[in-house]
Nanobody, 123 residues
Framework: QVQLVESGGVSVQAGGSLRLSCAVS????????MAWFRQAPGKERERVAG???????TYADSVIGRFTVAKDNAKNTLYMQMNSLKPEGTAMYYC?????????????????WGQGTQVTVSS
C-alpha cells in the first residue's frame, strides 16, 4: 500500500523560507515521478515541481529560482525547499506520485496522493 505523508507546512511572512517533506512508503517502482502540487481556495490544483527517477527536475514558471525539489532515496523522502515566499503561495501543498517517465502537469496523471500540508504566506 502506497502512503505519502507531507509535513512542514506553517504560516510564514512574505520573503521567508520553508521546507516541505513527504515521507513515502510502499512505493517501490523503478521508473517514477514524485511531484509537489498546490491548491489555493477556488483555484485548480497546479503542479509546482517534479523530480523523476533520473533526478530530472521540472518547475512551474512562477517558482523557478525560488523553489528546489529534491529526493533522498535512502530515506524515502521527497523535499521542496521554498525561498522568497509570496502571499500568492498560500495553498494546500500535496505530494503526489506516478509510475512512468516524466512529470506531467495534469494532476489526473498521478494516482497516489498525500493528505496535504497547509502553507500560509502573510504580507
Amino acid at each position: 500500500q502506497v502512503q505519502l505523508v507531507e509535513s512542514g507546512g506553517v504560516s510564514v511572512q512574505a520573503g521567508g523560507s520553508l521546507r516541505l517533506s513527504c515521507a513515502v512508503s510502499g512505493f517501490t517502482y523503478s521508473n517514477y515521478c514524485m511531484a509537489w502540487f498546490r491548491q489555493a481556495p477556488g483555484k485548480e490544483r497546479e503542479r509546482v515541481a517534479g523530480i523523476d527517477t533520473y533526478d530530472s527536475k521540472t518547475y512551474a514558471d512562477s517558482v523557478i529560482g525560488r523553489f528546489t525539489v529534491a529526493k533522498d532515496n535512502a530515506k524515502n523522502t521527497l523535499y521542496m525547499q521554498m525561498n522568497s515566499l509570496k502571499p500568492e503561495g498560500t495553498a494546500m501543498y500535496y505530494c503526489a506520485a506516478r509510475v512512468g517517465r516524466g512529470c506531467p502537469r495534469d494532476s489526473q496523471a498521478y494516482p497516489y496522493w498525500g493528505q496535504g500540508t497547509q502553507v500560509t504566506v502573510s504580507s
